[in-house]
C-alpha cells in the first residue's frame, strides 16, 4: 500500500482492524466514519497522515494505532474515549498540540514518547493515572497542569522534557 494516498472507509464498516494501514505511507488523507467503534493496535503506523479527527463514535484506540506517524500535526480525539493506549501517539514527530477529552481516565504507557514538537496537552480531571514515559522525550513541552485526579505517575513519565510541570 506504499502509493495508497486517500482512503475513506465506508459508514458500514464498525472496526478497523490490527495493522489494517500499517506502513502505507503515502497515506495522508483520511476519514473516519462514525460506524467505527475501534482502531485496532498498529492500524495507521507509519502513515503520512497529518491530521485526523476521531469521531464520537470510538471508544477504543489500540496500542501504537498511530505511532510513527511523522507528519501528524493535530489530533481530535473524541469524548468516548476512555484510555489512549499503550504508544498511540509514539514518535509523532510533528504533534504540536492535544485536548485530552474528559471521558479519558487512563493515559498509557508511552502515549507521547518522543512528540518533539508537542507544545500544549490538556488533562483532564478525569484522569487518574499517567502511565510509564508518557511524554518522555517531549522536549518542547513548555508547561503541563497535573491534575488533582491524578494519583499513579509511572516511571519516567516526563524524562527529558524542558518545561514546567504544574501539579
Known sequence: CFSLESVTIPNSVTEIGKRVFKGCSSLDSLTIPNSVTKIGEYAFEACSIDSITIPD???EIGSFAFK??????????????????????????KLENIAIPNSVTKIGDYAFNDCFCLESVTIPNSVTEIGMRVFSGCSSLDS???PNSVTKIGTSAFANCSGELII
Do not use: M
Not at 511523522?70 to 474515549?81: C, G
Not at 489512549?84 to 509523532?92: A, L, N, R, T, Y
Open 57 to 59: 463514535s470510538v471508544t
Open 68 to 93: 510513527g506517524c511523522s507528519n501528524l500535526t493535530s489530533i481530535t480525539v473524541s469524548n468516548s474515549v476512555t484510555e489512549i493506549g499503550e504508544g498511540v501517539f509514539k514518535d509523532c514527530y
Open 144 to 146: 503541563l497542569t497535573i
